[in-house]
């Protein structure tokens, strides 16, 4: 059973950054694709990004490609997601998630999710 922890989400100002951190509690993580997703008020819940279990490989939702940076820090078992450039559009309910692809059915671990909301 591998448990995610998200963290660092909070109240930023549109233009602003974030950066979230998503900590595994188990070296089995290693072998998992990583991937953030995030559920806007009122919808679905949605792919952001994807890096691979090397960390050599990433894809990006349109929405925010250019703007969030996937990574990841294997030595650590945690994945971050370095957001710039926020706009209001982007607060949201952020989930990290330990997964085979870039679906929500492919996903085999979820965390509890963290809160980013941008001011205009």
């Known amino acids: 059973q591998v448990q995610l922890v998200e963290s660092g989400g909070g109240l930023v100002q549109a233009g602003g950054s974030l950066r979230l951190s998503c900590a595994a509690s188990a070296r089995t993580v290693f072998h998992y694709d990583m991937a953030w997703f995030r559920q806007a008020p009122g919808k679905e819940r949605a792919f952001v990004a994807h890096?691979?279990?090397?960390?050599?490989?990433?894809y990006y939702a349109d929405s925010v490609k250019g703007r969030f940076t996937i990574s990841r820090d294997n030595a650590k078992n945690t994945v971050y997601l370095q957001m710039n450039n926020l706009k209001p559009e982007d607060t949201a309910v952020y989930y990290c998630?330990?997964?085979?692809?870039?679906?929500?059915?492919?996903?085999?671990?979820w965390g509890q999710g963290t809160q980013v909301t941008v001011s205009s």
């Open positions: 890096t691979s279990w090397s960390g050599g490989s990433t």
């Open positions: 998630a330990a997964t085979l692809g870039i679906t929500e059915a492919d996903v085999a671990y």
